[in-house]
């Protein structure tokens, strides 16, 4: 069923009433005047494994913390739309509440507690489980998840390597259960065997625990070999969305994004600068 919005009046995207997370035609404005997502429609399905995929500043931070509740702090706003998860509009709660129905945020920068170890790191997200034993279960999986943390249970979380920093940051955000998991950059600044470990360990999350994942990501190509499908991010808009398997075959996405196919194919590339141009 499409339905036309009152506000835009236009269709949305895309409308599918059994996602567990739907963005239906959102607009994000930083300081009250900086239009940062321009009709952004996005779904996420039940144990999904969703990339959103794009250049700096294209908007896909500001996407996730449209999704998290964390735009306030940097005087964001959303100011059209609706995002609904597990059917209901979470728009109007704050983060905390957020994260209690379920959407967990992994920031980009690996932002760990770096005086604390890694098993302090992962006690400090559990204060909404009183029960020890469900505590003391979850940080056995998390050890088990991540065997690099294990071997460095008893060293202070600021001097582990940036990989190990990011694997506990994801630790931390799964300490508290969540039913979808927004991961920002986890490839940043990382080893290529580290991003594929990364990678390899957020696959296994998302079979095995069914938490949906949206992986913001630039490095497109290790994103679309996990992903089930991806959106393309260009200037606050979706460009481009589809299976991965799709996306990964389309020309313009090898061109401009996987670094292959047709570079020179100037009279392609011409067709596809003019599109982003037209859509911006
Ligand atoms: P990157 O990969 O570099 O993180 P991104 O795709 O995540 O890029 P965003 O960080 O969402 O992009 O930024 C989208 C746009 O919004 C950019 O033009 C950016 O300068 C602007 N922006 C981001 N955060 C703020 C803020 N707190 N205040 C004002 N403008 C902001």
């Known amino acids: 069923m499409r339905t036309i919005d009152a506000r835009s009046g236009r269709a949305p995207i895309v409308e599918n009433p ?9 607009e994000v404005v930083y300081d009250r005047v900086f239009l940062a997502v ?6 996420v399905p039940e144990a999904g494994l969703v990339a959103l995929l794009g250049a700096n500043g294209a908007g896909k931070s500001t996407i996730l913390k449209a999704i998290s509740g964390l735009l306030a702090p940097e005087r964001g706003e959303v100011t059209r739309g609706e995002i609904t998860f597990d059917g209901a509009d979470v728009l109007a709660l704050n983060a905390p509440d957020r994260v209690r129905r379920g959407i967990v945020h992994v920031l980009e920068g690996r932002r760990v507690f770096g005086h604390l170890t890694p098993a302090e790191n992962l006690l400090a997200a559990t204060s909404m489980h009183r029960d020890r034993a469900r505590v003391s279960a979850l940080m056995t999986q998390m050890f088990e998840l991540f065997p690099r ?15 190990e920093q990011q694997m506990l940051a994801i630790a931390r955000a799964l300490m508290t259960q969540p039913r979808l998991l927004l991961l920002d950059e986890p ?9 594929d470990e990364i990678f390899d ?12 994942v949206l992986l913001v990501e ?4 290790a994103a ?10 260009e200037n606050g808009r979706i460009v481009m969305n589809g299976t991965a398997e799709v996306l990964r075959a389309n020309p313009d996405i090898d061109a401009a994004y996987l670094g292959g196919g047709y570079r020179t194919d100037y009279h392609a590339i011409k067709h596809y600068r003019r599109r982003r141009r037209w859509l911006a």
Request: avoid cysteine; glycine fraction near 8%.
């Open 18 to 26: 059994m996602a567990l997370l739907s963005l239906n035609n959102i």
């Open 38 to 43: 321009k009709g952004v429609s996005i779904e």
């Open 149 to 163: 943390l294990a071997d460095r249970a008893n060293a202070k979380a600021g001097y582990l390597s940036g990989g």
């Open 187 to 195: 490839s940043l600044g990382l080893a290529p065997f580290l991003v």
């Open 201 to 212: 360990i957020v696959r296994k999350i998302n079979a095995e625990t069914e938490v949906a």
């Open 218 to 221: 630039q490095n497109a190509a």
């Open 224 to 233: 679309l070999e996990i992903a089930h499908s991806a959106y393309l991010v």
